[in-house]
T-cell receptor, first 114, second 115 residues
Framework: EAGVAQSPRYKIIEKRQSVAFWCNPI?????LYWYQQILGQGPKLLIQ????????DSQLPKDRFSAERLKGVDSTLKIQPAKLEDSAVYLC????????????FGPGTRLTVT | AQSVTQLDSQVPVFEEAPVELRCNYS??????LFWYVQYPNQGLQLLLK??????LVKGINGFEAEFNKSQTSFHLRKPSVHISDTAEYFC?????????????FGAGTRLFVKA
């Protein structure tokens, strides 16, 4: 089966610019996650979707980050405006749903804010 | 509150030697436990998971982990490592909280296998 797809793989922007990341999860996976992974740290959950709905966005900086999952499939994560501290790898993952199921991760998007 | 602590940030080891990567967690409810591996410039992939039953869990690439409820630990082991095992390893715990389940990842342990 096809894995989780993400694009772009790399992005370099200047601070105060905007950027968007795209994720296509594994077919049939109800739960979709966006993580931020800063160099040397573990993934930090930004937002979790169950189908179309948001389950957890408690760590999403809502003044600058937004995310949507249209029709319960693809998702986009946007940052506007970007700050230097947003430099990180943004990982998308999907799972069948429920805490017993493992997450399948995409390759990530490496964002550099200069 | 739920948390995951990986006790070693880096573990250097010689090829064919055994290795143990340590993970402790805290949670007030029953948990599911996972180990993921991340190779350079790639996403995370599952090594193994503990859901219930036998406390010794076997995973891919010869790795195994033991769930110890009294010590709230889930240490990862391999009896003989290869150069190709050089990667970052993440322990994760998933439990049920208000509003649904949450999965928390540890900070990671970088395993460096030397020839």
């Amino acid at each position: 089966e096809a894995g989780v797809a993400q694009s772009p793989r790399y992005k370099i922007i200047e601070k105060r610019q905007s950027v968007a990341f795209w994720c296509n999860p594994i077919s049939g996976h109800a739960t979709l996650y966006w993580y931020q992974q800063i160099l040397g740290q573990g993934p930090k959950l930004l937002i979790q979707f169950q189908n179309n709905g948001v389950v957890d966005d408690s760590q999403l900086p809502k003044d600058r980050f937004s995310a949507e999952r249209l029709k319960g499939v693809d998702s986009t994560l946007k940052i506007q405006p970007a700050k230097l501290e947003d430099s990180a790898v943004y990982l998308c993952a999907s799972s069948l749903g429920g805490r017993r199921y493992e997450q399948y991760f995409g390759p990530g998007t490496r964002l550099t804010v200069t | 509150a739920q948390s995951v602590t990986q006790l070693d940030s880096q573990v250097p080891v010689f090829e064919e030697a055994p290795v143990e990567l340590r993970c402790n967690y805290s949670s007030s409810v029953s948990v599911y436990l996972f180990w993921y591996v991340q190779y350079p410039n790639q996403g995370l992939q599952l090594l193994l998971k503990y859901l219930s039953g036998s406390t010794l869990v076997k995973g891919i690439n010869g790795f195994e982990a033991e769930f110890n409820k009294s010590q709230t630990s889930f240490h990862l082991r391999k009896p003989s490592v290869h150069i190709s095992d050089t990667a970052e390893y993440f322990c994760a715990v998933s439990d049920e909280g208000t509003g649904g389940f949450k999965t928390i990842f540890g900070a990671g342990t970088r395993l460096f296998v030397k020839a």
